[in-house]
T-cell receptor, first 110, second 114 residues
Framework: QKEVEQDPGPLSVPEGAIVSLNCTYSNSAFQYFMWYRQYSRKGPELLMY????GNKEDGRFTAQVDKSSKYISLFIRDSQPSDSATYLCAMSVNTDKLIFGTGTRLQVFP | EAEVAQSPRYKITEKSQAVAFWCDPISGHATLYWYRQILGQGPELLVQ????????DSQLPKDRFSAERLKGVDSTLKIQPAELGDSAMYLC????????????FGPGTRLTVT
């Protein structure tokens, strides 16, 4: 079993929809949780960075961490075609050695 | 906005040849990472540097891979000899410090071994 599990998708939604992306993990020592967005043939771009449990909001993006369930989520409101990309969750004990999920491919169609 | 620079962006090489990738981290970032990302998977850490010292190279295939960061700034990752299974995206990331610090990634080098 992988330390971080993420549904690879693809997830296809219409423009304006609310998107929910999720990851589960097995290592209870993880304290730092990140979401990266990766466009095709590009490097990952940091979207959200969260320490421990709770919610964090940045514009149309909301990250949630539930450490008791070992479950993290990224919500995208009012999704746009430009949000079409692969979304990678990543987590770490101390932010140095990041463990990534496989990524979920999102397609937002007009 | 400061960015991590990598070159080349694309590299095609034949099996058994040597290949090298270069990374220049964001200025002032003491920690540098090399990751490998196979198509359809998340990045996996190969090696971590703190300044010029290797902190973690437990996942680096040392029989064929080597990495250096001689002056604690830019870094080179080398593969010799390259194998077909090395075809992947090689990503460099940097952070201000090793702990409690976000990692920022470069655009990557896409390697194809034929």
């Amino acid at each position: 079993q992988k330390e971080v599990e993420q549904d690879p998708g693809p997830l296809s939604v219409p423009e304006g929809a609310i998107v929910s992306l999720n990851c589960t993990y097995s290592n209870s020592a993880f304290q730092y949780f990140m979401w990266y967005r990766q466009y095709s043939r590009k490097g990952p771009e940091l979207l959200m960075y969260t320490y421990s449990s709770g919610n964090k909001e940045d514009g149309r993006f909301t990250a949630q961490v539930d450490k008791s369930s070992k479950y993290i989520s990224l919500f995208i409101r009012d999704s746009q075609p430009s949000d079409s990309a692969t979304y990678l969750c990543a987590m770490s004990v101390n932010t140095d050695k990041l463990i990534f999920g496989t990524g979920t491919r999102l397609q937002v169609f007009p | 906005e400061a960015e991590v620079a990598q070159s080349p962006r694309y590299k095609i090489t034949e099996k058994s040849q040597a290949v090298a990738f270069w990374c220049d981290p964001i200025s002032g970032h003491a920690t540098l990472y090399w990751y490998r990302q196979i198509l359809g998977q998340g990045p996996e850490l190969l090696v971590q540097f703190q300044d010029e010292s290797v902190v973690d190279d437990s996942q680096l295939p040392k029989d064929r891979f080597s990495a250096e960061r001689l002056k604690g700034v830019d870094s080179t990752l080398k593969i010799q000899p390259a194998e077909l299974g090395d075809s992947a995206m090689y990503l460099c990331a940097s952070s201000l410090a090793a702990q409690e610090s976000e990692q920022y990634f470069g655009p990557g080098t896409r390697l194809t071994v034929t």
